[in-house]
């Protein structure tokens, strides 16, 4: 978790991490996350009175009108009034969003996607995250969050995914899939260098383990990678028919540690998809705010929806 | 080519229908929609400084914002300045939008998705049109329309579309890809009522004729229809992780026909694809509104866009 307390020039005073441990159940989350909050306006010497609001990204699918965590797999928490519970302690107008819609917020207000008109994220980490700005605002669902890319069926009859399905997005380009397969190249001995870096465990693969691997020459990986990549194109392909965002923002450690790669090979497999009327649409960047994305993306969101948020509920 | 006179009230006042004879190329177009609206007109004694606006619903792509028709495949018409062109010969202001998005329009506004936050809409024809309303207006791309579900991929490596690719929704579930697989089956005698009443020519295959083959018995005719209503529940499936739309209405001649086979077998494969936080958060609708969907929505989407959408060009 992170916290920081920005100005209102979304000038950064204090910045706290914590570990989210959120095994440890909701009440015990929610008490860390009023802890860390306190703690990063003490470092910045703000007064509880001088907030003018607090903005929480965080997993989902969320109810966003509520401010209700509904059930969070990442998370392993159930029906959690964030928004009640965090106001109460706080003593502050809280707004809630997904982590991946205020990523790709802050993307839009502050990063590689100002001024779009309509945003679409895609964040490959564990899962596969997605989050829309459309005109200035984040999209969402009626109850709930939503712009799941990573339950897009990508292969039907493919890898099985977390959610039960077949041949999701996820199941074949997520960082844990993208591991697992370097792991078997590194079983089978064709990645020596990731080998010698990170064994065999799914754990120890990290993003940045996976470019120094293909920088020394493992192409297996570069292989694997890639078309991880290629399938985020395809999927890309049929969010733009869709939605038409002029620009798609990829983030997350994968993009972060290979940003070339994956821009290069999302956009060549998205062109080779889309319809000709869409070809010159929209562009692939990279994300340039890494992890402050959410936290400043999160504290925007709040600034502009202190009140018209807490009012709908 | 359908033209409605509507009072304030959005009661019809006149309404004529003519022939497209897009094949006659835009120029001879233009001046039959100009024709068709000043005898509309006529006929409904309205004279043209007492015309608020005029709504059009025409197939894209299109350019909303500028009111180019910007290359129409069934019109055969390509950078046609429709809002421009319009507007001088009819001397009122000129609304444009895409004829699925005023159809949904009018559905959300009169008909079967009244007061909706999110709707999708699916009109399966020659083609699968789609269309979004998303908090009371159309949803649109910054310089194209979109929402194009006919080119949602549901069988990789399935059949060509016309679009070039494989496996596209409208190569699988199309009113013409339904005729196609209708005229095989009754070719080898396994429809012998669809065969007596339409022969095996697809242009005589309508949709009419597919309900009463299967009222008269022809049991393939009717798998193939749910074969191809199944397709569209698994596109929709996709599609609700994405927008999270609270109503998708189903429109068009097949649907018409058939409203409760669609509407049953849509749901069923939708539900059985969706992620469980999103079964309870959608519906599935028959439009209620006919061809009338598409005028009423181009006039009530008029009405709420003279100035603002003229402005922006």
Redesign the interface.
Known sequence: MLAVVYDERFQPLARIRKRTKAYEGAESGLARIVEMIRAALDEAAVTPDRVRGVGIGCPG?LDVNRGVI??APNLGWKQVPLRAELGKALGAPVVVANDVDTGVYGEYRFGAAKNA??VLGVFPGTGIG?GMV?EGRI???????????G??????GGPLCG?G?HGCLEAVASRLAVAAAAAQAAQRGQAPNLREAAGTDLAKIRSGVLAAAIEAGDKVIEQIVRDAARHIG?AVA?????????VIVLGGGLVEAMPKLYVETVTEAAQA?V????TD?FRVVAAALSDDATALGAAAWARENVGRQTEAS
């Open positions: 699918p509904l059930d008109r309509c997605g459309y999209f969402s669902g009626a109850s709930r969050t939503c712009v799941e890319v339950h897009i069926q990508v292969m039907p959610c399905h395809t049929g969010v733009v028919h869709l939605i038409a965002p002029d998809r319809l000709p009327a869409y649409g």
